[in-house]
């Protein structure tokens, strides 16, 4: 379980039993839930498959072979997400718990469950790993294990409003893999993707160190972000 504390809606406060209330949940339902056939990169698009890629993906393939994502990035779900990493708000956890507790396993030949790591240093200054604490709400939900197989190598500058070029220079060389990767489906867990260079900076690090496949799951996918 996340987080659990008084009954009242994360969002607007009024009486709530799981972190968000009626209202604020047929909001988030309304305006943030993802549809329709995915491309690898999490992005919608007419005509795709599961799995298959968009034109910018074409061009240069994600090292991960798919996606799994069901909320968009956007009011009110991003000012959930902002309270959560950078106020500190734990609380905002029963209603993350309450956004993932349908969703089921979206893979289940997975091996194992690897949080994206923040640096030491971001992890410090916020006093949690947000994408550690979901991977492991999801691990027990979906009995897999949770193996943190990757490292932060070094700090990278905050990625919020960069563009893609910019977020991949940002990022490279930016994680290292354990081996114990080899041989093993990796599920790679992350908050928000937002131009996937995150992603795909940490699956081509798993990738290196003889992981056999690597997908990725998000709690939400930025879709007006600079690629």
Sequence with gaps: MFFDLISQCVLCGRLAESGLCRHCHLELECHCALSGPLCRCALPGPGLEPGALCGRCL?????????????????????????????????????????????????????LICPLPAHWRRRWWRGFDQAERLAVALGRRWRRPVVPLLTRTRATHHQQGSGRAERVRNLRHAFRADSHARGRRVLLVDDVMTTGASARAAARALGEAGAKEVRVWALARALDARR
């Design 59 to 111: 061009d240069r393939p994600p090292p991960f072979t798919a996606s799994y994502c069901a909320w968009v990035y956007g009011f009110p779900l991003d000012r959930l997400l902002n309270a959560y990493k950078h106020q500190g708000r734990l609380t905002v956890e029963r209603a993350l718990e309450t956004l993932t507790r349908a969703q089921p396993l979206p893979w289940p030949e997975a091996d």
